[in-house]
């Protein structure tokens, strides 16, 4: 063997080498890049997740917050509901407790309504109307016809 | 002649560690994909659980947005 075939076999030993080299760094390099790929995807649907869980505590903070609010409208209106009947019903007592004769007569007849004597009534406490009575207001308000005022009178009069 | 059988015995090694590698990185590669794949899948059954409560929250809140719109009107 001469020294030429020598430095030959040498070279290929040394090719053998430096290829299988070169072959596992591009090995490890796939292999990196193929876990690198899953771990992405991954995130990505961690990501999502996350995502979707700050939504829907969003959605259940807003969903609270309406239903706190609706609940507060609900309880003032109630309040208001009642306040309004016992309002009126005060109204309501106060008519029938201090209404003159004549107008509880026109009242049981049927010619005046409640509502009347209560917008009478208010125009009184409104307007400067003082020395003014009830029925007088009505009249002027047009709520009763002088005359059936007139009549009721007499009527309460007799008894 | 020898040195022919050095060589040969050398490519050989080097086929033979190559090959090994090569299976056991995909093997590694492999068992990490599976697991990758069952959390995945465990992250996605809460997605889809999420989607439906989001769905759910979203038509209470248009029930209630509703009953509230008709209360102030």
């Not at chain 1, 876990?35 to 995130?43: C, D, G, M, N, V």
């Not at chain 1, 049981?108 to 509502?115: A, D, L, Q, R, T």
Request: net charge neutral.
């Amino acid at each position: 063997m001469d020294a030429w075939d020598l430095l030959i076999y040498l070279m290929i030993f040394l090719a053998a080498v430096v290829g299988t080299a070169l072959a596992y760094a591009r090995m490890l390099d796939w292999k990196k890049r193929n876990i690198k790929l899953l771990e992405q995807r991954l995130a990505e649907t961690q990501k999502h997740y996350n995502e979707l869980t700050k939504e829907v505590g969003d959605l259940k903070l807003k969903k609270n917050r309406l239903r706190s609010e609706l609940q507060d409208r609900k309880k003032v209106q109630d309040m208001n509901s009642e306040t309004r009947q016992k309002e009126q019903e005060h109204d309501q007592e106060w008519a029938e407790d201090q209404l003159p004769e004549s107008l509880s007569y026109l009242l049981n007849k049927g010619i005046v309504e409640h509502k009347h004597i209560e917008k009478a009534r208010q125009y009184l406490e409104k307007g400067d109307n003082a020395g003014l009575a009830v029925e007088d207001a009505m009249v002027l308000l047009g709520f009763v016809q002088p005359e059936d005022l007139r009549k009721a009178k007499k009527k309460v009069q007799k008894d | 002649m020898y040195f022919i059988l050095w060589t040969l015995l050398l490519l050989v090694f080097c086929s033979w560690f190559l090959g090994y590698k090569y299976i056991q990185m995909h093997a590694e590669i492999r068992a990490r994909e599976h697991k990758i794949i069952a959390k995945e899948a465990r992250i996605k059954e809460m997605i889809k659980g999420l989607e439906e409560e989001k769905e759910k929250l979203e038509q209470e809140i248009q029930e209630v947005s509703s009953e509230l719109g008709q209360m102030k009107e």
